[in-house]
Nanobody
Framework: EVQLVESGGGLVQAGGSLRLSCTASGFTFDDKFIGWFRQAPGKEREGVSCISTGDGTTYYSDSVKGRFTISSDNAQNTTVYLQMNSLKPEDTAVYYC??????????WGQGTQVTVSS
């Protein structure tokens, strides 16, 4: 059974940092597209960042560009990280990781809460 487990969320003051982890079991992240999404109360889920672990190509939404960094653990290929710096109250959301390949699979984690106080 494939499981993605997010961790590292919490409560932080504006300007602070958190590092989220997404760890897979029953699945590896080598040569995969892994994304981080977030959903704030009353809002739709939105894409934040993704990485192509095969070649290291990354993508960031405009709202987090320059503040967040996505990376993968290429040694074991089971963890993807999201380093979040200069956090803002509007970053408050539940953060989810996702592994997706069209028509093949679409795995989601259970989410981790990030709360940024002003």
């Amino acid at each position: 059974e494939v499981q993605l487990v997010e961790s590292g969320g919490g409560l932080v003051q504006a300007g602070g940092s958190l590092r989220l982890s997404c760890t897979a079991s029953g699945f590896t992240f080598d040569d995969k597209f892994i994304g981080w999404f977030r959903q704030a109360p009353g809002k739709e889920r939105e894409g934040v960042s993704c990485i192509s672990t095969g070649d290291g190509t990354t993508y960031y939404s405009d709202s987090v560009k320059g503040r967040f960094t996505i990376s993968s653990d290429n040694a074991q290929n089971t963890t993807v990280y999201l380093q979040m710096n200069s956090l803002k109250p509007e970053d408050t959301a539940v953060y989810y990781c996702n592994a997706n390949r069209l028509y093949a699979y679409n795995y989601w984690g259970q989410g981790t809460q990030v709360t940024v106080s002003s």
